[in-house]
């Protein structure tokens, strides 16, 4: 069964960090593009932080520029989002999502939400 599994929310103070995982079962993450997604109570969904594993290519929300990054443990089929500076505003619902699609960018799958697999979501609150 092929699926995404996030992990790693939780609550944190401003200008804490967090790392979430996403792991991937049933295929291999080589060819496919991993996406960050964040949803907040009462605003649109948010294409946080993409990457196109066949060639590495990435984008980030403005938003998050200079703050998330993206890495990959091939051993382990996961995909990390390491979340520092945090803020409220980071406050939100994240969401994994995979997309086998040969001719999708990471911006595109960012901005328009392309996605063949979706996963739970986990949770993370920044409050003081």
């Known amino acids: 069964q092929l699926q995404v599994v996030e992990s790693g929310g939780g609550l944190v103070q401003p200008g804490g960090s967090l790392r979430l995982s996403c792991a991937a079962s049933?295929?291999?993450?080589?060819?496919?593009?991993i996406g960050w997604f964040r949803q907040a109570p009462g605003k649109e969904r948010e294409g946080v932080l993409c990457?196109?594993?066949?060639?590495?290519?990435?984008h980030y929300a403005d938003s998050v520029k200079g703050r998330f990054t993206i890495s990959r443990d091939n051993a382990k089929n996961t995909v990390y989002l390491q979340m520092n500076s945090l803020k409220p505003e980071d406050t939100a619902v994240y969401y994994c999502?995979?997309?086998?699609?040969?001719?999708?960018?990471?911006?595109?799958?960012?901005?328009?939400?392309?996605?063949?697999?979706w996963g739970q979501g986990t949770q993370v609150t920044v409050s003081s």
């Open positions: 990457i196109n594993n066949r060639d590495g290519s990435t």
């Open positions: 049933g295929f291999a993450l080589d060819n496919y593009l």
């Open positions: 999502a995979a997309d086998s699609s040969a001719i999708t960018t990471a911006q595109q799958m960012c901005i328009m939400g392309y996605h063949d697999l």
